[in-house]
């Protein structure tokens, strides 16, 4: 057993403790001092560092790392989607390409750099488990199907296989499942029957975008927008669909598809009626500021998806729109887009709620007797601070160590 003593330790479950102390032994937390216990003799001196739980990504792209720099910053969704084809083109990612694994493995090690301990990545060919299993991550890798022409749940029984390898593949620390795309890229019968195989999956947790851009809004309103012109550009378009006259929160909610299991990401242009709806449900919303604002729809209303009472998790979204896989530097924008939050509860959405929404809450999350001691040490500055402030102010990944387990 090792017992380790920090100028702050930050449990997230409760208030932070000065002059903090916890214990670990076999990789796993056995013993966290009480607010004002003075720490054994034997302790290890972190010194001036604020250690807290291994943060979450409960969104990110990694197959796409990629496209880094490829894909500039754009006033609107269409403008940056269109570029975002343009420059992916007819390739797509294999475990064979060498440049998008080698981009794939070192977006994954700076993700742990930045003191990333989990993540909640899409994928569409699911080449992305072997680099976060390979970076020490854990996580779900959430195999994404689109086809808004599909009329069946086939794809879902024709891609089985794929997913049964890859979780071969991630073992125990990086499990797969499936999810839906977008409500303007998938059908309503592959929604139902994407929905079916997690229900009856080992692994229960699924994720879709919704509420991103106000194209999508448009197109599920009355069938009018952007979406239209590029389904019939990609050839997707279907004769039988006929517009919900819905906000993508009820649409898909009357289809049977949301559950306390789901990561709604994005959520830019959801209403307050959309978001306590999502509250009641128990789906867990991602937020993605810095990616918001790269491709043009816009700042996500921070302030209102906390006032609405719905679980909020922190993701970065691939960097084909973010400089970075720093979850750190989420937080500081949210800190700006949203003054009124406390800092705590900025902190509890990059850790314990993302944790909890990829189903790892009993292993990751919070500083806590019997979970994972995957703890990150945060150097702080000499002078005295508010330290929960400082942690979303922004870190950079040298201020960032990794508490030997």
Not at 86 to 99: K, M, P, Q
Not at 164 to 193: C, I, K, M
Not at 356 to 383: C, M, S
Request: glycine residues 10%; contains cysteine.
């Amino acid at each position: 057993m090792t017992v380790y003593r920090a100028a702050w330790v930050c449990p997230i479950a409760h208030a932070p403790i000065r002059d903090g102390w916890f214990a670990v032994a076999s990789q796993r937390i056995v013993r966290v001092g009480e607010a004002g216990e003075p720490a054994p003799a034997s302790a290890v001196d972190l010194g001036t560092v604020a250690v807290l739980p291994g943060l979450v990504n409960a969104h990110t792209h990694v197959e796409l790392s990629w496209l880094r720099g490829r894909v500039p910053p754009a006033t609107n969704f269409t403008d940056w989607i269109t570029h975002l084809f343009a420059t992916r083109g007819s390739r797509r990612e294999t475990a064979g390409d060498l440049n998008v694994m080698e981009a794939a493995r070192q977006a994954a090690g700076e993700a742990r750099e930045f003191g990333t301990a989990a993540v909640g990545d899409i994928s569409n060919s699911l080449v992305s488990v072997e680099p976060i299993r390979a970076a020490g991550l854990s996580g779900i890798v959430l195999h994404e199907l689109l086809g808004f022409k599909s009329t069946t749940g086939q794809l879902v029984e024709d891609t089985r296989p794929y997913r049964a390898a890859a979780a071969r593949l991630g073992g125990d620390a990086v499990r797969v499942s499936v999810s839906p795309h977008a409500p303007y890229s998938v059908s309503p019968e592959l929604f139902r029957a994407i929905r079916a195989e997690v229900n009856e999956s080992d692994v229960p947790v699924t994720s879709v975008h919704v509420g991103e851009s106000v194209g999508e809004i448009a197109f599920l309103q009355d069938g009018t927008g952007p979406w239209p012109g590029i389904l019939a550009w990609v050839g997707a378009t279907r004769d039988d669909w006929t517009p919900p006259g819905l906000g993508p929160v009820e649409y898909l909610d009357s289809l049977g598809v949301l559950d306390a299991r789901t990561l709604v990401v994005h959520g830019v242009q959801l209403s307050d009626d959309s978001l306590r709806r999502l509250a009641t449900i128990g789906a867990t919303l991602v937020t993605c500021p810095r990616s918001n604002q790269w491709v043009g729809v816009g700042v996500p209303p921070i302030e209102r998806f906390y006032a609405s009472g719905v679980k909020l998790a922190v993701g970065t979204d691939s960097l084909a729109s973010v400089d970075d896989l720093n979850v750190f530097a989420e937080l500081k924008t949210m800190r700006w887009l949203a003054p009124t939050v406390p800092a705590a509860r900025l902190l509890e959405s990059a850790t314990q709620v993302g944790a909890e929404a990829l189903g790892l809450g009993k292993e990751l999350g919070t500083i806590q007797v019997g979970k994972q001691a995957a703890l990150i040490a945060v150097e702080l500055p000499r002078a005295a601070i508010d330290v929960e402030e400082y942690l979303v102010s922004g870190v950079e990944a040298r201020h960032v160590q990794w508490v030997p387990a």
